[in-house]
């Protein structure tokens, strides 16, 4: 039997997920995502392909949660800095500078 390193089976797999999709936001700024398989994030997460395949079957899927993943963290982030009543303007604004800002903070190859 495999060991857990949570309290609960819900926990591990939550922070085995987490690492995974950690994993690959390293491996993209290094490699880029074409570059990226699934041998190099299993790797890079610490764990087995045959864990890595237990939660996300192929690549393509593990990269739509990646994705779905900073595209969440965007949109908390977007709708932090938006004033209640901004006008379209100020919107796009927001949401220009944020799109510079994270495009500075991790760059990634082409």
Excluded: C
Aim: glycine share 8%; proline share 6%.
């Amino acid at each position: 039997m495999p060991r857990i390193s949570a309290a609960t089976i819900g926990e591990h797999r939550a922070q085995t997920r987490d690492r995974i999709l950690q994993a690959v936001s390293r491996l993209s700024r290094n490699q880029g995502i074409d570059a990226i398989s699934m041998t190099d994030v299993a790797g890079e997460a610490g764990i087995t392909r045959t864990v890595l395949y237990n939660y996300f079957p192929d690549k393509a899927t593990l990269l739509l949660a990646f994705t779905e993943r900073v595209t969440g963290y965007f949109i908390d982030g977007y709708e932090r800095e938006l004033p209640p009543d901004a006008s379209p303007a100020e919107r796009l604004r927001v949401f220009v500078r944020l799109q510079l800002a994270g495009l500075l903070a991790h760059p990634h190859p082409g």
